[in-house]
């Protein structure tokens, strides 16, 4: 192929439905290979494992601040995640690897093209399964372009945003199709908002029985994290509220659970409204002592997902003073515990934004309220209480500290990180090695929150321009 978009893969499906070669796509039929041909074929299609499992979520936590790597010695130049932890410029200088986030997103995405491209061609089925698959495919699409363009492109400057270089918009599923040019942050946000738009009239009602596959709810929530991103507060106020309108307003209440254990399968989860696994069901992560030590003691997400192991789950004093004894379980600090993380977005969310929008127009009664909702189920009702200040300051750095408390190590703080330096609300933050050297720094206006393009990409298409990381 001319141009690299696509990676040469073979993805894992459910059953096995399809396999895929880098092969023009449907142009022949492989000898043995069962190509989509029927509705049934394509609803399949979309409850790939890929799908299921389209969030780097361990590589996006290496990126926070609220991450450490106590054992780390020396930036080794073969370890991804010891790059991608010290914000190296690349994570790999092999051309061969599979470049890290841009595969993934991209191969999600190449999924959602297929189905794009093909599902109206199916013989069967009634029109409305077809244009409820296509428009699950257009939310989908533009859920993996909103991670791409918040790590490819900067953040979203409405005065700086059309000029401002993203990532290619790419709707094609033919593997040897030319690579379009790297559209604008502009572009690619017009985009998202475009296909979420035209899919909300035909989704589903609901995504109860499969919380991963789309419906109105998820369309609306998706375009409120969108618009958060673009500093777009009565809009993903408006999107988020909407989102809650059209779905079972329920989140999951700690203060009433002996542990994680008792938190339902996600996919079935009623607090979550578009669910997406990590891409591990289960990781284990340092957190930072800075931010171990800005919860309350009370929380009961200390006590849900953080431990010093399955052995002794035990935090002590909760005096976190020893990097690397308290570890973060994804699936939750009890054994057998089905509590795993979302990528995508949740009732909580959801409140957390319409905090944010109110707070950020000095409304904040309605902001502490909305905090209410989600605060008051995360600790003892014995102990807690409700958090009120006239300051709206004050306000705002509680709703941001709260959504670090509630999105934890889920990939999401990269993102926040990213919004807030632009508005100057991060302060510098340094990488330590075991000795607690200095490894790497990340200041606050620093061009590294935007990821360079990988070299594995520019190899195919040396004649995109590179991001710089000038300081």
């Known amino acids: 192929m001319k141009k690299f978009i696509y990676k040469c893969f073979i993805p894992a499906l459910f059953f096995a439905t399809v396999l895929i070669s880098c092969d023009k796509y449907l142009d022949i039929q492989p000898k043995g290979v069962t190509l989509l041909k029927t509705v049934a074929d394509y609803d399949l299609w979309m409850k790939s494992q890929n799908l299921l499992l389209s969030c780097p979520m361990m590589e996006l936590d290496y990126l926070a601040d609220i991450t450490d790597y106590p054992t780390l ?24 690897t599979i470049p890290l986030f841009w595969n993934t997103y991209y191969q999600s995405i190449y999924y959602y093209n297929t189905i794009l491209d093909g599902i109206n061609s199916t013989k069967d089925g009634t029109e409305q399964e077809k244009k409820s698959l296509r428009a699950e495919a257009l939310l989908g699409r533009a859920f993996e372009y ?25 709707t094609s599923n033919d593997l040897t199709d030319p690579t379009p040019a790297r559209s604008s942050v502009k572009q690619i946000y017009d985009h998202i908002i475009a296909d979420i738009s035209e899919a909300v009239p035909d989704l589903p009602e609901d995504n109860n029985s499969y919380r991963s596959r789309g419906c109105v709810a998820a369309a609306y929530s998706v375009l409120a994290r969108t618009y958060l991103y673009m500093a777009d507060y009565t809009k993903a ?73 399955y052995v002794s789950p035990n935090l002590g004093d909760y005096s976190f003073n020893k990097r690397g004894e308290v570890m973060f379980f994804s699936s939750g600090a009890a054994s057998s515990s089905t509590g795993y993380l979302n990528c995508g977005t949740s009732v909580a969310e959801m409140h957390l934004i319409l905090a944010e929008a109110a707070a950020r127009r000095n409304d904040l ?74 490894l790497s720094t990340l200041s606050a206006d620093s061009p590294k929150y935007t990821l360079q393009i990988p070299l594995q990409v520019l190899y195919f298409n040396s004649d995109w321009p590179q991001n710089s990381w000038e300081e």
Do not use: H
């Open 146 to 170: 909103l991670y791409l363009v918040n790590l490819y492109g900067k953040p979203y400057n409405s005065s700086t945003a059309s000029e401002d270089l993203a990532i290619p918009f790419v």
């Open 73 to 96: 010695q020396q930036v080794l130049s073969t370890n991804s995640y010891q790059r991608i932890y010290t914000w190296q410029a690349q994570f790999s200088d092999d051309v061969a």
């Open 365 to 438: 009664i309605t902001a502490c309220n909305e905090l209410d909702v989600l605060r008051k189920k995360r600790f003892p009702a014995n102990y807690y209480v409700k958090y009120e200040s006239s300051d709206q300051e004050n306000v705002i750095n509680k709703v941001l500290a709260e959504r670090s408390f509630e999105f934890s190590f889920n990939g999401m703080r990269w993102f926040d990180m990213r919004r807030l330096a632009a508005e100057g609300r991060m302060q510098t933050i340094k990488r330590y090695d075991a000795s607690n050297n200095v």
């Open 237 to 309: 106020a408006q999107n988020a509220q909407l989102a809650l309108d059209n779905c079972t307003d329920t989140i999951l209440d700690y203060s009433v659970m002996s542990s994680s254990r008792d938190i339902p399968n996600l996919l079935k989860r009623p607090d979550e409204i578009y669910a997406r696994y990590g891409n591990s069901f289960s990781i284990m992560m340092n957190p930072s002592l800075s931010f171990l030590q800005s919860f309350d003691i009370k929380d009961l997400r200390l006590k849900f997902y953080y431990t010093k192991s």
